[in-house]
Structures are given as structure tokens and as C-alpha cells.
């Protein structure tokens, strides 16, 4: 069985994890924020598929995915949490790998459907 892994940031740890999640036969979509501003860096699409990930918008990454991996920037951990926590749906496992904060203190938590 094909595992589907979504990763939201697609930096230094992300670029890794799909290649290595990619080695094991697991299909991974990729959103990089650079991807909504592709002016900034045309590159980012190349640079996702080139470590074996699919480039798409943060909805289908969430959406298509069984395993969320956030690895975002500390600073936009929450953001990425919160947009997320509306669109996941039973069965599917969001894990950020960012947050300095722990379960209780989430302001998102409370919207995730069970």
C-alpha cells in the first residue's frame, strides 16, 4: 500500500524528507509559500520535483494526504496549523515538527474536526 505524504515547506528539512519518503515508495505532494509567489522564485517547482515531490497548493497537499508533515519556519508554524486544522478530516495525522509551543497552548486546536 502507497502511503501519501504531504509536506507543507519545502527548505533544507523538507527537500530531505521527500527524498528519503520517496526512496520507500511513498507519494509526496509538497507547498513551499514560495509557491504563491512564484515572481520571487521560479525555481521553487523545479527544486520540489528534482527531490521527487509533486509542487501543489497548500489545500491539495492537506486535502490528498494521510500524513501532514509541517516543517515551516518557527515563526509561521501556527498559521500553517490553523489553515490546515479546517480542511483536515478523520484519519488523517498533522504533525509540525516547528512548534515551540505544546498541545494546550494551540489556538487552532479546537478546530480540527474529529
Known amino acids: 500500500m ?16 521527500a527524498r528519503l519518503l520517496r526512496a520507500h515508495d511513498a507519494e509526496v505532494l509538497s507547498f513551499d509559500v514560495l509557491l504563491d509567489e512564484l515572481r520571487k522564485s521560479e525555481a521553487i517547482p523545479e527544486k520540489i520535483d528534482a ?10 497537499v492537506v486535502r490528498r494526504s494521510e500524513y501532514v508533515l509541517a516543517i515551516t519556519p518557527t515563526q509561521a508554524c501556527n498559521d500553517a496549523a490553523s489553515r490546515a486544522a479546517v480542511l483536515l478530516e478523520s484519519g ?12 494546550k497552548e494551540r489556538s487552532w486546536a479546537p478546530s480540527v474536526r474529529r
Open 92 to 103: 488523517q495525522v498533522y504533525c509540525d515538527f516547528a512548534s515551540p509551543v505544546s498541545s
Open 2 to 17: 502507497v502511503r501519501r505524504f504531504g509536506l507543507i515547506g519545502h527548505g533544507v528539512v523538507g527537500s530531505l524528507l
Open 51 to 60: 527531490y521527487g515531490a509533486v509542487p501543489a497548493k497548500f489545500e491539495e
